[in-house]
């Protein structure tokens, strides 16, 4: 007995004596989330070692990438819904598409926000979508899609959509939390899942669905002054929908609206 304790001392750790964990139960010292921490000595060694080298550095990548802006790193993990405790309701916007949505139950779907961090600040990845799509085609968005029947939560749609889209593994991304549910006019209650991307991510674009990837900073995304309300007719009755104006690309509807949700989320909190 004194002998396997001592091996599992002798566990070598990330641990730098600042223990405090955020509200999403990750250690604010060294990064590790609250079940890495538990299962640290039993974990294998090959496991250990992913985490040591893999994923706590792409957390503080994203750590240090966020420093200085709106979305400060602890700021953002308090802005957002815990893994753990997905967000519910119908969505944030619903009252104002009662009159539009088709009938029927809402079809769920997820969206991957994801930021990479680069030494030159946080980018937000995006898509723009081919124009033969029969929905959506030629506009901006997050990669994503329907939730099917055996996706285990909206992270796992979310990650499967994006690997189908972008050809972004599961081992280079890492899910950091939810946004509000959103939804959309063509029935969808969509579950923003926000998340970190290793900056080594090359996309690959599914050319039936994708017709472009690119990064906007997510300062410039963040700002007031870069977002327009812009009316639009639909169905005989105006409409106000939100939209970036970013070279070469329109960002607008859905995913403008998501990106102001996380805004707002980042301005609500201390």
């Known amino acids: 007995m004194q002998t396997t304790e001592n091996t599992a001392r002798a566990v ?15 250690c604010t010292g060294c990064l590790r989330s609250i079940d890495e921490i538990a299962r640290w000595s039993s974990m294998s060694e090959r496991e250990r ?68 961090p680069r030494a030159t600040g946080a980018q937000v990845i995006l898509t723009r979508r081919t124009e033969a799509l029969r ?22 749609a979310a990650l499967r959509e994006s690997n189908e889209e ?16 959103f939804v959309t006019i063509t029935g969808y209650r969509v579950t923003p899942v926000v998340a970190v991307i290793d900056p080594a991510f090359k996309p690959i674009p599914s050319p039936d669905e994708v017709a472009d990837v690119f990064e906007v900073p997510l300062d410039f995304l963040m700002s007031p002054d870069n977002l327009r309300h812009v009316e639009i007719t639909h169905r005989g009755r105006v409409r106000h929908v939100l939209e970036y104006s970013w070279p070469g690309q329109r960002i607008w509807g859905a995913t403008a609206a998501i990106l102001y949700n996380l805004r707002r989320r980042l301005e609500q909190v201390q």
């Not at 400060?72 to 539009?100: K, T, V, Y």
């Not at 972008?166 to 549910?181: E, F, K, R, T």
């Open 135 to 156: 929905q959506h085609g030629g506009q901006v968005g997050f990669p994503g899609g329907r939730t099917e029947a055996d996706d285990a939560d909206a992270v796992a």
């Open 12 to 26: 070598p750790s990330p641990c730098i004596g600042k223990c405090e964990l955020d509200p999403h139960r990750s």
């Open 166 to 181: 972008i050809a972004l593994a599961a081992g280079q991304v890492q899910a950091l939390g939810y946004l509000d549910p």
């Open 49 to 116: 070692q992913h985490v040591m080298h893999h994923r706590l550095p792409l957390r503080e990548q994203l750590r240090v990438s966020l420093e200085g802006s709106l979305a400060d790193h602890q700021r953002l993990m308090r802005a957002l819904h815990p893994l753990d405790a997905p967000p519910q309701g119908d969505g944030w916007n619903r009252s104002e598409l009662i009159d539009l949505l088709p009938p029927g139950p809402l079809v769920e779907a997820a969206v991957l926000a994801g930021i990479v």
